[in-house]
């Protein structure tokens, strides 16, 4: 299998055309093709998008990463998100020169439009705690909730979950925990009380480091997209996606781990050495807890069980970026919009272009955003499909027509998962969803 | 006859598949007693993904080594035998399903030499690297 | 000067604008300029009030020119103005037929003039006569889907409601002792006999009645006030409906005390079941024009009650609450058009999440809330001072009557919530929210009168200031209403405060 996906077809198809209601989008999918339909507007939006959302992320992994390895157990977190010096310098692994297997062209270090953010916000030079009380700062809040919803959701798939209960963690955990606060009577004693509250603690944390690691890869991913765009090189959308799908392999197996540092030692609360990989320990999970359920949101869902508005089955939740409706967006409690609010100040020069020209102009700038936003993960998840078709089924100018059958059945799934009404597939088809 | 991993030396499509089971060093397990059943990629079978995937693997042992254990079942079956059955428990913990019998599929691989015995088991050949999941 | 000055700059504009070329901006100007001009004539009038005139016009039909301005009229003059102001503000930029459009209106605008202005009875009826051409052509011509049958319904209550007041009138003159003489300074001075009082009364209440409207006269109102355009809307509710009140007050209070006082105890019976038949049917609705066209039926209903208590609270009250309704109601019209105008649909199940900072119409809605609040006599608003006076004047005459207007009142705020809750909050429909912004044009006559309406709530002298020596002398009982004060001379024309 090659870099590009589409196939050269000169004969006549060899399997019937599919009668699912997302036919178009199938045959589409199996030319090799995404989801979003291939127009250069549509390229221009999920690069622009890409950009913009890759700045904000390289904050959100290294935070994640400081979190999850230094504030650790902190009873009052307050400054959780005062990232250290250190954990902002930290250098990502797959970009600049001393990475090795290196993604983006630019620097290891944090994107310097994030650092010029950081310093003046959209308010102007303020000492630091004030930009955060003020909340004039990158929403971390959003990159937990996306934790939570990982967390929460738990069997999305892969070994990590079930690691999580297994007696070795918890004695990894219990090491850790006793370390951490050794000298304080106070957790101690109240650990010995709790001590489920404690590992339950440590669990998140966990999650938190999966995230961070997940998405030290998506950054530099993004970027160098961007960089690829600006010179030229994606013909389209397809080149776009099948980018993605080389990068979900080539980081396929990457480590997932959680180390804590606690007074200079290192703690392995997660070895490296228990085989858990980016793919299905991190990206699958990722895709399944954030795109498709994540939780609804409060205030636009009543949690009273007798009203029946949230599904009893965690598998219903339709709560993701592929479901959403955009136009809460700005509204209390609905973590999204705080990642929209994040990439408003990314935007590059064309997007801003493209949203003056249309419905409000700068005025509703954060809906069309947010559409983008949405058109952009469905080329993601579009990628995610063929990386898994690529991995698990056959390739698509396969000429045994029981592979290909194979292959659209798996397609067909996959689109089965977008009948209900609230999925934004048939949204996106169109160039007037704004 | 020789052991697995002799076989597959000697065979000289099989490179990287041994380059990465010493990487992983699985190399004293696969030259144990077993016995085992090995579907082994040929090389342009590593060579078909996607650029830097096996760089990737080989640069995190224990993750390659998951890998590599996904392509080993306990004992040794035929080609009937595997046949017979449409799922195998694999080293690695998830399933390797049989979907084809004629011509031989496991999972999204064709078997392209099937029942190469060896002392310590048995090798089937495959076109692609097989992926848990 | 300024008197004739009132009457002719509607005169001259509406003439005037049928000369311009049809699709030139100076037609719009030249209205909103006249509206304005006039506006300002009446701000000069109140400072310097000017003197009655009087000009003969048709002797042998008793028909003079008789002129003046008092505290009953001032405040209605001036509220008159600023609505005729504020719908022309309202009309879109792109109206159909413009120069018809703007002249109707003006035309409409000097009929209400003359009526406040008159001082002679016929020349009452002939302003009050001229306002329903106009009107139901602007109603016929631009209204909603169903305007033929508005239109028709409208001519022919308004008609009969001309008819009977002519009647009224008529005899008014003729039973005259001193010979035919129409000039209020006769009619008012004159008492005439119990039984003649009453059934001028009842042609009076009838064709008052009709114009308010209250219940079972308001046939009309819903259909017309629904299918009315906007501006048309704001004019009638606004300002052509305070003619009945305004009517009822000169000739029912001013001229038939004795009838009145015997017979205001159904009066305000009738004005308590319009207030509940006003309030519960605005409940019902599901289309925001005729829930705000009840909703003022029910409005009515109070100022209905005050006039029957006829204490000086009550009158003050009803000074009050003609001025207060008429900016809430025009400005409940305007923003109501407004949202139809930007959605395209008045239709309550259609509408949700206009509230959206976004894509909704937020500025709109907050508008419209204030409105509601207004509507519903919320304190702070103009509504919470003329309600306040019009049930305290009224409660200590007739209690009962009182009281179920004050469940009334309450059943206003059902509504009110009702409607801000169904179409300000929720969800906004992606697909459909595909409207512009509103603009500071369009959105510049309900500003206004917001701000008139809650300075009114909050400086309650800017409702009551202009009228309030001129509403007393007329009360038929005293505040307590032990006494009941018959026909004691009451004066046609007032001092104007200073």
């Known amino acids: ?434 | ?133 | 000067m300024t008197l004739l000055l009132l009457l002719l700059i509607p005169l001259l504009a509406a003439c005037g604008l049928q000369l311009l070329p049809v699709a030139s901006p100076w037609v719009r100007r030249t209205a909103q300029a006249a509206a304005l001009a006039q506006l300002a004539t009446g701000l000069l009038a109140w400072r310097q009030p000017p003197a009655d005139l009087s000009l003969s016009w048709l002797p042998k039909l008793g028909l003079r020119l008789d002129l003046g301005i008092d505290g009953l009229s001032l405040p209605l003059v001036l509220l008159a103005a600023l609505i005729t102001a504020m719908a022309v503000l309202a009309t879109p930029l792109q109206q159909v037929r413009p120069r018809l459009f703007y002249g109707l209106l003006l035309a409409t605008n000097l009929g209400l003039m003359g009526s406040f202005l008159a001082r002679n009875a016929l020349l009452f009826v002939l302003a009050y006569e001229l306002i329903l051409i106009p009107t139901t052509l602007l109603v016929a011509i631009w209204g909603g889907e169903r305007r033929a049958g508005a239109a028709i319904r409208f001519l022919i209550y308004g008609a009969v409601s001309g008819i009977a007041l002519l009647s009224a009138v008529l005899a008014f003159g003729w039973l005259n002792p001193g010979g035919v003489d129409f000039s209020f300074a006769a009619l008012a001075h004159h008492a005439l006999p119990p039984d003649q009082q009453r059934i001028l009364l009842a042609l009076v209440l009838l064709a008052f009645g009709l114009k308010l409207p209250v219940v079972p006269l308001h046939g009309w109102q819903p259909l017309t006030y629904s299918q009315a355009p906007t501006p048309v809307a704001m004019l009638l509710s606004g300002a052509v409906s305070k003619l009945g009140a305004y009517g009822l007050l000169r000739f029912g209070i001013g001229f038939l005390p004795d009838a009145w006082s015997d017979w205001s105890p159904w009066i305000a019976a009738i004005g308590a079941v319009s207030a509940i038949y006003g309030a519960l049917n605005a409940i019902a609705q599901l289309d925001m024009r005729r829930l705000v066209a009840y909703s003022s039926l029910g409005h009515m209903g109070f100022l209905l009650l005050a006039l029957a208590a006829a204490t000086p609270l009550s009158l003050q009250g009803v000074m009050a609450q003609i001025l207060a309704h008429g900016l809430i109601i025009a400005l409940l019209f305007c923003l109501v058009g407004l949202v139809e105008t930007k959605t395209g649909t008045a239709q309550i199940p259609e509408l949700s999440g206009l509230l959206n900072a976004q894509r909704g119409l937020p500025f709109t809605m907050g508008l419209m809330l204030l409105a509601l609040m207004a509507a519903a006599g919320v304190p702070g608003q103009a509504g919470f001072v003329a309600e306040l006076l019009v049930f305290e004047g009224s409660w200590v005459a007739y209690p009962i009557p009182t009281l179920v207007c004050l469940l009334s009142s309450g059943f206003t705020a059902v509504y009110a919530v009702r409607l801000f809750n169904r179409v300000g909050f929720g969800r906004l429909d992606n697909a459909t929210a595909n409207w512009a912004s509103t603009t500071w044009m369009e959105r510049a006559p309900a500003l206004v009168l917001t701000a008139l309406v809650v300075v009114g709530g909050i400086w309650p002298t800017l409702l009551t200031g202009l009228s309030e020596t001129a509403t007393a002398p007329l009360a038929l009982r005293s505040s307590d209403a032990v006494t009941v004060i018959a026909s004691a001379a009451p004066l046609t024309s007032s001092p104007l405060p200073a």
Request: glycine fraction near 8%; include cysteine.
């Open chain 1, 1 to 434: 299998m090659t870099a590009s996906l589409a196939p050269e077809r000169t004969t006549a198809p060899l399997i019937p055309p599919s009668t699912h209601r997302y036919a178009d989008v199938i045959h589409r999918l199996e030319a090799g093709g995404s989801m979003l339909p291939d127009t250069p507007e549509n390229l221009k939006q999920i690069i622009g998008i890409y950009k913009a959302y890759a700045v904000p992320m390289d904050f959100y992994w290294r935070d994640l990463l400081y979190i999850a390895e230094r504030v650790f157990l902190n009873p009052l977190p307050a400054f959780k998100y005062f990232i250290s010096k250190e954990y902002l310098d930290l250098p990502n692994s797959y970009a600049g020169e001393q990475s090795k297997l290196r993604i983006w062209r630019g620097g290891e270090k944090a994107h310097p439009e994030l650092l010029a953010f950081m310093e003046r916000g959209e308010t102007g030079r303020m000492p630091k705690l004030l930009h955060h009380l003020w909340h004039d700062r990158v929403n971390m809040e959003f990159a937990e909730a996306c934790m939570q919803a990982m967390l929460w959701h738990q069997g999305m798939g892969g070994r990590f979950n079930d690691y999580l209960e297994s007696d070795a963690y918890k004695a990894n955990a219990d090491r850790a925990i006793k370390a951490y606060f050794k000298g304080n009577p106070v957790m101690l004693g109240l650990y010995k009380l709790f001590p489920e509250m404690f590992l339950e603690q440590v669990r998140q944390l966990s999650y938190t480091a999966n995230l961070g690691l997940f998405w030290e890869v998506m950054a530099p991913v993004f970027f160098e997209m961007s960089d690829i765009y600006d010179e030229g090189g994606f013909k389209g959308v397809p080149d776009a996606m099948d980018f993605l799908v080389n990068g979900i392999f080539a980081v396929a197996g990457r480590p997932i781990y959680h180390h804590v540092f606690i007074g200079g030692e290192c703690f392995e609360i997660i070895p490296k050495g228990e085989g858990f990989t980016w793919l299905y320990e991190a990206a699958l999970p990722y895709v399944e807890a954030v795109f498709y359920r994540t939780s609804p949101f409060r205030g636009t869902k009543s949690y009273n069980a007798q009203a029946h508005q949230v599904p009893d089955n965690q598998a219903d939740f339709h709560y993701g970026i592929l479901y959403a409706d955009v136009y809460p967006v700005g509204s209390a409690g609905i973590p999204p919009t705080l990642l929209m609010q994040d990439m408003l100040h990314f935007l590059p020069p064309y997007l801003k272009e493209i949203y003056r020209e249309h419905r409000r102009g700068e005025e509703d700038e954060l809906v069309q955003l947010g559409i983008t936003f949405q058109r952009s993960m469905y080329n993601v998840t579009s990628a995610v499909i063929q990386a898994l078709r690529c991995a698990l089924l056959y390739p698509l100018d396969d000429t045994d027509p029981e592979h290909l059958m194979a292959n659209r059945r798996f397609f067909e799934a996959q689109m089965d998962r977008f009948l209900r009404p609230e999925a934004r597939l048939s949204d996106i088809q169109s160039q007037d969803y704004r």
């Open chain 2, 1 to 133: 006859m020789a052991t697995i991993l002799e076989t597959a030396a000697s065979a000289g499509v099989f490179n990287t598949l041994l380059a990465a089971v010493d990487a992983a060093g699985l190399r004293g397990a696969l030259e144990g007693p077993g016995p085992f059943t090995v579907f082994a990629p040929v090389d342009d079978a590593f060579a078909a993904l996607p650029p830097g995937t096996v760089q990737t693997l080989v640069d995190n042992p224990p993750q390659l080594a998951r890998i590599l254990k996904y392509h080993v079942l306990a004992g040794a079956h035929s080609r009937e035998a595997l046949a017979g059955q449409s799922d195998w428990e694999s080293l690695e913990g998830a399933p390797v399903p049989i979907r084809r019998a004629e011509p031989f599929e496991v999972k999204n691989a064709t078997v392209v030499n099937a029942d190469i015995v060896c002392d310590n088991g048995v090798v089937h050949v495959i076109d692609r690297v097989i992926l848990p999941g």
